[in-house]
């Protein structure tokens, strides 16, 4: 079964299951992952910082947040925390716009937010497909570990 995943949403799931979410632009798509139990969560994070805004409701939207509900969530699921790695993908410049307003760097901002975050929980980036100009489809396969990447007019990839 395809678990999926929403637009500031998150989801857990564990192998044969895979996790997939759709129109990565300036988003990024988080996942963590034990390798041991092939437990896996992705979370689809669309701004960086959740004390400029408040997170409200919904902390998957932000990077802070959204990986601390995630880590939660994949624990309540049974991975162990020592053991996750993580993957990410997305965080485009999707527009040509002055590049050296902050307000338009979304996803070079949000790339950087889910990297520190990491970091500040102890979990090891292990492989990324970030910035450039365009859109990411995402699909995460607990069995095996991939993370298979799609964009219009380019070939696959898989992190």
Known sequence: MEVKVGMADL???????????????????????DPTTKICGMVHVMLPDSTTIGAGNNRAKFADTGLDELLKEVIKKGAKKERLVAKIAGGAQMFSVNK???MLRVG????EAVKKKLKELGIRLI??????SYG???????????????AIGKDPKTI
């Open 108 to 111: 070079e901002r949000n790339v």
């Open 127 to 132: 492989a990324e497909d970030t910035g450039d």
């Open 11 to 33: 989801n857990v799931c564990a192998s044969p299951d895979s996790i997939i979410t759709l129109g990565l632009g300036s988003c990024v798509g988080a996942v963590l992952y």
């Open 100 to 102: 050296s307003s902050p």
């Open 136 to 150: 990411r489809t995402v699909i995460f396969y607990p069995e095996t570990g991939e993370y298979l990447i799609r």
